[in-house]
């Protein structure tokens, strides 16, 4: 196993950082992208509960779509 200079790796490491910053940036920036991706006719949007204010309590049917439709599998 060789042991190298320290500065040597200091160099190395340098060369590097000065590499990786002179590349162009492979992120586009959110709101930069006006290209949207199409959406199915079936979609109905995220899932969440309402409120109707008329009883003061979620409006549920039972249903349990949001459980199914969840997309953090939190419900």
Known sequence: MKIQNPVVGF?????????????RPVTA???AIE???PLSNRYMGFPALTWDYDV??????GCMVCVRECPTQCM
Request: hydrophobic share 30%.
């Open 29 to 31: 920036e959110y709101p």
């Open 56 to 61: 003061e309590e979620p409006y549920c049917t």
């Open 11 to 23: 160099i190395n490491g340098l060369m590097v950082t000065i590499r990786s910053t002179l590349r």
């Open 35 to 37: 290209k949207r991706l």
